[in-house]
């Protein structure tokens, strides 16, 4: 599966911003998927996932109830949806896909996920 990620911007703190991942190729809804960021000079963190169906999400700690991910397998695509920005949300941003076999939500660690988009820049000013 291809993916391809955007909507990324500047934007200040307290803003929104949507983010988009369209996917090719291979059956977009026989994949769990997930939203990833790296910020200047940091790792690789996780964000959130979603399962196939989309009934169940999961989200890091430090964006949950600000980020929200959800899913239209009929249009191929996931979204993050962003509030109440803030500084330290400057990263750019994954969308990856993990293959599983039941619809199940994977292990939030970047190795559960196969295939990757090339990433969008998210930057929040203060």
């Known amino acids: 599966v291809q993916l391809q990620a955007s909507g990324g911007g500047l934007v200040q703190a307290g803003g929104s911003l949507r983010l988009s991942c369209a996917a090719s190729?291979?059956?977009?809804?026989?994949?769990?998927m997930g939203w990833f960021r790296q910020a200047p000079g940091k790792e690789r963190e996780f964000v959130a996932a979603?399962?196939?169906?989309?009934?169940?999400?999961y989200y890091a700690a430090s964006v949950k109830g600000r980020l929200t991910i959800s899913r239209d397998n009929a249009k191929n695509t996931v979204y993050l949806q962003m509030h109440s920005l803030k500084p330290e949300d400057t990263a750019v941003y994954y969308c990856?896909?993990?293959?599983?076999?039941?619809?199940?939500?994977?292990?939030?660690?970047?190795?559960?996920?196969?295939?990757w988009g090339q990433g969008t820049l998210v930057t929040v000013s203060s």
């Open positions: 990856a896909a993990h293959e599983g076999i039941r619809d199940l939500l994977p292990s939030p660690n970047e190795y559960e996920f196969a295939y």
């Open positions: 979603i399962t196939w169906s989309g009934v169940r999400t």
């Open positions: 190729g291979r059956t977009f809804s026989s994949y769990a």
